[in-house]
Antibody, heavy 120, light 107 residues
Framework: EVQLVESGGGLVQPGGSLRLSCAAS????????MHWVRQAPGKGLVWVSR????????SYADSVKGRFTISRDNAKNTLYLQMNSLRAEDTAVYYC?????????????WGQGTLVTVSS | EIVMTQSPATLSVSPGERATLSCRAS??????LAWYQQKPGQAPRLLIYGASIRATGIPARFSGSGSGTEFTLTISILQSEDFAVYYC?????????FGGGTKVEIK
């Protein structure tokens, strides 16, 4: 059974940093591209970042480019999102999602999310 | 950036009735369109991709249609577990974008 479990969320002050993790199990993690998608409270879904299977290629939404860094450790089956210079508008539930693979840029499995709150 | 617009924002339907949800893209996305279902406090679940292909394990009462800029998700006979928010997503162009969602509520 595919499982994605996020952790690392919490309350952080504006300008602060946080690192999210997503532990994957039930599939060959190193074979799949992975994504982060966020959802502000009461709002819709917004794609944040993507990383290819070996970590050599990444993409970011303009709103986080230069502040967030996606990475992965295939030996630990874990995806990361390093978030720096956090702003109030980064407040959201952050989901990690597996890329479908056969159909690129489609999210076939999602974690339950971790809440990040940026507030003073 | 391709803007995805969903309508209506809220759809009130009685159990057993049909629900029809719309999604419009600001420019053609071919058939690279997916639908997700999200229940309160839960992660989204993939329902439909390629505009009309049901994902693994999705009941046949869910169907998708359309191409280019106009898409429809139809739930033929609404069950109690289908009351949720539905999002469309285009994966034809970067950045990937979602619609604002349609909430299907009990009438």
């Amino acid at each position: 059974e595919v499982q994605l479990v996020e952790s690392g969320g919490g309350l952080v002050q504006p300008g602060g940093s946080l690192r999210l993790s997503c532990a994957a199990s039930g599939f060959t993690f190193s074979s799949y591209w992975m994504h982060w998608v966020r959802q502000a409270p009461g709002k819709g879904l917004v794609w944040v970042s993507r990383i290819n299977s070996d970590g050599s290629s990444t993409s970011y939404a303009d709103s986080v480019k230069g502040r967030f860094t996606i990475s992965r450790d295939n030996a630990k089956n874990t995806l990361y999102l390093q978030m720096n210079s956090l702003r109030a508008e980064d407040t959201a539930v952050y989901y990690c999602a597996r890329d479908h693979g056969v159909v690129a840029d489609l999210f076939d499995y999602w974690g339950q999310g971790t809440l990040v709150t940026v507030s003073s | 950036e391709i803007v995805m617009t969903q309508s209506p924002a809220t759809l009130s339907v009685s159990p057993g009735e049909r629900a029809t949800l719309s999604c419009r893209a600001s420019q053609s996305v071919s058939s690279n369109l997916a639908w997700y279902q999200q229940k309160p406090g839960q992660a989204p679940r993939l329902l439909i991709y390629g505009a009309s292909i049901r994902a693994t394990g999705i009941p046949a009462r869910f169907s998708g249609s359309g191409s280019g800029t106009e898409f429809t998700l139809t739930i033929s006979i609404l069950q109690s577990e289908d009351f949720a928010v539905y999002y469309c997503q285009q994966y034809n162009n970067w950045p990937l974008t979602f619609g604002g969602g349609t909430k299907v509520e009990i009438k």
